[in-house]
């Protein structure tokens, strides 16, 4: 799988996301095991880069700030609070 290229854009985030959502729906996942791998490996590329981290962090920040559901789409929020609850970040909307 790519990785997402965390920016400080939610948009791009979300259109890379769903990007990735749509490629594994493709390959058989169904919907919410596609949600699960896109996280799990978002999250496995964060623990293994701390400025990633840090760019999601941020990130998550946009997402409060921005009314996320209506933005940036109910499928790729899910994956985000994923990627977050997997880390332990805390992300409130």
């Known amino acids: 799988m790519n990785y997402i290229n965390i920016s400080e854009d939610l948009s791009e985030a979300a259109t890379q996301i769903e990007e990735f959502l749509e490629q594994l729906e493709n ?3 169904n ?7 896109v ?3 978002w999250a496995n590329e964060v623990q293994n880069n701390p ?3 840090g760019k999601l962090v941020k990130l998550g ?4 700030d921005a009314a996320a559901s209506a933005v940036i789409g109910e499928a790729t929020l899910n994956v985000i609070k994923l990627v ?5 970040i805390p992300l409130s909307f």
């Not at 919907?31 to 791998?37: G, P």
């Not at 920040?61 to 409060?64: D, L, N, P, T």
């Not at 977050?84 to 332990?88: K, M, N, Q, R, V």
């Open 51 to 53: 400025r990633v981290k």
């Open 84 to 88: 977050f609850a997997s880390l332990g």
């Open 61 to 64: 920040q946009s997402i409060r």
């Open 27 to 29: 390959q058989g996942y």
């Open 39 to 41: 996280a799990k490996d």
């Open 31 to 37: 919907h919410q095991a596609a949600q699960q791998k």
